[in-house]
């Protein structure tokens, strides 16, 4: 593959990133929101609506992971990271549910507003890397 050719392909990867990271961040943000909600006295229909924004982050997350590696294998040994897992594991998610306290409202919210902020700054990463494959062309 020539030179312009694997430019034009890492461009269109990296505008499939920063998609599927948009929806993530949404994802997140809703999420975050439905915590904030729960932190206040929500119930189980808030932890259910919540956990299904986390779903869908993960959906996205998992396509995040398999593209950053197609842009790897396109240009090989750029710095970005290879494989990205939420920070929401199973048992927190299930003490969230089971237990139902403030504390545990507060940390998973606490993971969740961790998992944004890393998908801000993965986005970001995108962002420049589209400028300066855009620079090269």
Known sequence: MTNELQINKAINITDQLINCLD?????????????????????LITDLIKHSKLGNAKSSMNQVNYLLQELKDVL????????????????????DFFFDSGIVDVYMTAKIMNSLSEVRKLKEKCYDLKRRLSSVQ
């Open 23 to 43: 929806d993530a961040e949404r994802q997140l943000s809703s999420a975050r929101n439905w915590g904030f909600l729960d932190i206040l006295g929500g119930g």
């Open 76 to 95: 090989g040994g750029i710095s970005m990271p290879g494989d990205y897992r939420m920070n929401v594991n199973e048992f927190l998610t299930f003490a």
